[in-house]
């Protein structure tokens, strides 16, 4: 599919009773990033959400995992202090 003139793909790997399927899409709206960032209180995401790429993993007894970026940032607990790299308030500053 053909998206702003962003091919979509869409991959599948098969190992053993394993499946692997990658699908990679467009980069998400702006007003969809500000309604997440709405909804999950955080005051930024990432300058680039590419919200609908999913990697899942598949057993053929039907058990299986997906990994998608909205997800994960659903769980970063965004209350407890962040993280920082050495020079981060050096950064700040110059802003």
Excluded at 19 to 41: G, N, P, Q, W, Y
Excluded at 48 to 65: A, E, P, T, W, Y
Aim: aromatic share 10%.
């Amino acid at each position: 599919m053909m998206i702003h003139g962003f091919q979509s793909s869409h991959q599948d790997f098969s190992f053993g009773p394993w499946k692997l399927t990658a699908s990679k899409t467009h980069i998400m709206k702006s007003a969809d990033v500000e309604k997440l960032a709405d909804e999950l209180h955080m005051p930024s995401l990432p300058e680039m959400m590419f919200g609908d790429n999913v990697l899942r993993i598949q057993h053929g007894s039907g058990f299986g995992i997906e990994f998608n970026a909205t997800d994960a940032l659903r769980c970063v607990n965004n209350y407890q202090g962040m993280l920082k790299v050495a020079c981060a308030e050096e950064w700040q500053e110059s802003r």
